[in-house]
DNA sequence: CATGTTACCTGGTCGC
DNA sequence: TGCGACCAGGTAACAT
């Protein structure tokens, strides 16, 4: 479900409210995608100091060691503070739960690609392995354009795939991917290092632009995305391209079309987006 | 090394 | 109504 805009819509909505809350008790439904690492009793007593984000996965600081919690593909959390209403039992799909002082953190995953794994800390061998590889925070000051251009220029991989793989920039998935390209006129076909300067600069802008407004207004585009207060996206960003097959371009007029990159659905205009 | 493919899992939708 | 085929927001692990 989650691109870098649901995933810190979601870290906002929860952040503060759990911060400094002790734990009191964790619980686990189903396997998810990787064991928890501990028995989830361990986890009692200790305090959450924070909730951070890199790329997709939130990294939650406990007083001990930090959880790694990534929502996969169809992932998402509720908190319920600690005096408002409750969340209820924990339904077949519901399959992390950390009951804390200061409410209930609970992780609802059909599909169970999700994960929420502890570890030592950032140097803990596991934090390397999922963190390391991964691109440039596209809304840090840290995103510049000349590392962004030398990523491209690094690689023949088709842009579209490129940007999908997280190893330049992180957070744009399969739904940002086509509407940034499409935003900057570029064909998801083209090597990487075939897109220009002029191209690269107006893709840069775009990646910062669409993803900081989506997380602005909501984390929307996804039809189903709630976040953790149950405050769901006003669809305010309506997508351009992604799942528009057919429909007449917004800015030509040309039927977009779909295609197929590496298992994924890919939307753009052939007549917008040609080099 | 870079690039492409597979696997994980459930549920919704579509055509018959 | 039932059933199979196919599709879905991610990404590590594996194969080439």
Redesign the pocket.
């Known amino acids: 479900?989650?691109?870098?805009p649901?995933v810190e819509v979601t870290r906002r909505a929860f952040a503060s409210q759990i911060a400094g809350a002790r734990i009191l008790g964790a619980s686990l439904g189903?396997?998810l995608?990787?064991p928890l690492g501990l028995e989830p009793a361990q986890l009692v007593g200790r305090e959450v100091r924070g909730v951070r984000r890199r790329?997709?996965?939130l990294l939650i600081d406990l007083s001990e060691g930090m959880l790694l919690l990534?929502?996969?593909?169809?992932g998402s959390l509720r908190f319920a503070a600690a005096h408002g209403p409750a969340l209820g039992a924990a339904g077949?799909?519901d399959h992390f739960d950390l009951e804390t002082s200061q409410g209930l953190l609970r992780l609802h995953d059909?599909?169970?690609?999700g994960a929420v794994v502890h570890v030592r800390g950032e140097d803990d061998p596991l934090a390397r392995?999922?963190?390391d590889?991964?691109g440039m925070e596209p809304l840090d000051e840290g995103f510049a354009f000349e590392a962004f251009r030398a990523g491209l220029q690094?690689?023949?991989?088709?842009i579209k795939?490129?940007l999908?793989?997280?190893s330049v920039v992180?957070?744009?998935?399969?739904?940002?991917?086509s509407e940034v390209l499409f935003m900057a006129r570029i064909s998801p076909t083209l090597?990487?290092?075939e897109v220009g300067p002029r191209k690269a600069r107006k893709l840069f802008e775009e990646i910062r632009r669409v993803l900081a407004l989506a997380v602005e207004q909501g984390?929307?585009?996804?039809?189903?995305?709630s976040a953790p207060d149950g405050m769901a996206g006003h669809f305010q960003l309506q997508a351009r391209v992604?799942?528009r097959q057919g429909l007449p371009c917004t800015h030509c007029g040309a039927p977009i079309q779909?295609l197929?990159q590496?298992?994924?659905?890919t939307f753009y205009c052939a007549r917008c987006q040609k080099a």
């Open positions: 479900m989650p691109e870098l649901e189903k396997p995608r990787w790329g997709k996965y990534h929502l996969g593909m169809s077949p799909h059909p599909r169970r690609f392995k999922l963190l590889h991964l690094a690689s023949r991989t088709p795939q490129l999908l793989s997280g992180v957070g744009v998935g399969n739904i940002y991917a090597p990487a290092r984390g929307t585009t996804l039809r189903d995305f992604y799942g779909l197929r590496g298992q994924r659905s």
